[in-house]
């Protein structure tokens, strides 16, 4: 219950410490060095291969943001594209904080605005670049503003939705999902990065459905949607 309360401390701090020039998460430019070498390794192995990073809803949005940015950096982009849940200017103004992601859309009043023709600029985001940023984890209520599409898993054992999304972007590009979350524990940040996923795969849907669940058991505490009543599991046909 005192996930959110603890994200928005997280958050000012890393704020804060952007706005004065400051690395004060260390931790968190070594997760993003193994994201990068995790990528580097996809696209030596298939060349060509484009690349879906997906964060995980843990522990703090702009900690998750702060780490993409690094690996941007790291793989020597010039820009990142990021589909985000983040409202915008929280804290500050996010496009002067952070100028070299490119956010496609977020989760704020201009929604609508910026969701017309996001699969398409996503598409070429990631022919253009090869890499872009997705948080695939999204529950379905999340867009319910939206029309939803969802595709049918099962999580923990139950019949459960995801939103369709990431597949209906990525398989078209042949894309490879590579999930992670981060851990908070004692003052210190760590990750966990999943296997990646072909998004073309028929199996796609339940392996990353397995990856969420893998992840709400073992860092519940530090999930942003810990005790939503329904999340994943809610009535379709309503």
């Known amino acids: 219950m005192s996930a959110n309360v603890r994200e928005r401390w997280l958050d000012e701090r890393l704020y804060a410490g952007r706005a004065l020039g400051r690395d004060v998460w260390p931790d968190l430019r070594a997760a993003a060095m193994q994201l990068a070498a995790r990528i580097r390794q996809i696209k030596a192995a298939e060349p060509g291969r484009v690349v879906v990073l997906s964060p995980f809803h843990y522990v703090s949005q702009y900690a998750n943001i702060y ?35 490119r956010v496609l859309y977020t989760y704020d009043e201009n929604g609508r605005d910026s969701r017309n023709g ?80 072909a998004l073309a795969d028929e199996a796609a849907p339940q392996r990353l459905a397995d990856n969420i669940d893998t992840a709400r058991r073992k860092n519940y505490p530090h999930w942003l949607f810990a005790g939503h009543p329904s999340v994943y599991h809610f009535a379709p046909v309503r």
Do not use: C, W
Request: hydrophobic letters at 45%; proline letters at 7%.
């Open 67 to 101: 780490v993409v940015d690094n690996v941007r950096e790291a793989l020597g982009l010039a820009s990142l594209s990021v589909v985000s849940g983040v409202p915008r200017d929280v804290y500050g103004n996010d496009a002067q904080m952070i100028p070299s992601l």
């Open 118 to 197: 996001l699969g398409l600029r996503v598409i070429r985001t990631l022919r253009r670049d090869g890499v872009a940023v997705v948080f695939a984890d999204v529950p379905p209520f999340a867009l319910a503003k939206y029309p939803m599409e969802t595709v049918s898993v099962k999580l923990s054992g139950r019949p459960a939705r995801l939103h369709n999304g990431i597949f209906r972007l990525g398989a078209p590009v042949d894309a490879t999902l590579l999930s992670f979350y981060l851990r908070f524990e004692r003052g210190r940040f760590g990750i966990h990065i999943f296997d990646p996923i």
